[in-house]
Nanobody, 125 residues
Framework: QVLLEESGGGLVQTGGSLRLSCAAS????????MAWFRQASGKERESIAT????????DYAASVMGRFTISKDNVNNVGYLQMNNLKPEDTAIYYCAATYRYYKTTGGPEKYDYWGQGTQVTVSS
């Protein structure tokens, strides 16, 4: 199994940037496909970016396309989500997740086997 831990969340103004990290320990990160989910208050958890184990397949939700970039460093066992041009509607708890099979962002949280504890991102207007 793999243990995941997110970091890098915080408070940022509209238009600002943040980079979230997802540190993996346990089995090699190259074994897993990875995703970033977010859950805003009162809403369901949604997949916003996914990447296959070797980085060859990437998918984004329409709401973040062109603003967010997902990446995966299998040497250092770290995943990233670079978030630019942040908007108040991006405010949520952000989670990284891992699974053995690759899913596009249409894959729901039930598809994922491993989760981090989440990191809060707040975008002020």
């Amino acid at each position: 199994q793999v243990l995941l831990e997110e970091s890098g969340g915080g408070l940022v103004q509209t238009g600002g940037s943040l980079r979230l990290s997802c540190a993996a320990s346990g089995r090699p990160f190259s074994t897993y496909n990875m995703a970033w989910f977010r859950q805003a208050s009162g809403k369901e958890r949604e997949s916003i970016a996914t990447i296959s184990r070797n980085g060859g397949n990437i998918d984004y939700a329409a709401s973040v396309m062109g603003r967010f970039t997902i990446s995966k460093d299998n040497v250092n066992n770290v995943g990233y989500l670079q978030m630019n041009n942040l908007k108040p509607e991006d405010t949520a708890i952000y989670y990284c997740a891992a699974t053995y099979r690759y899913y596009k962002t249409t894959g729901g949280p039930e598809k994922y086997d491993y989760w981090g504890q989440g990191t809060q991102v707040t975008v002020s207007s």
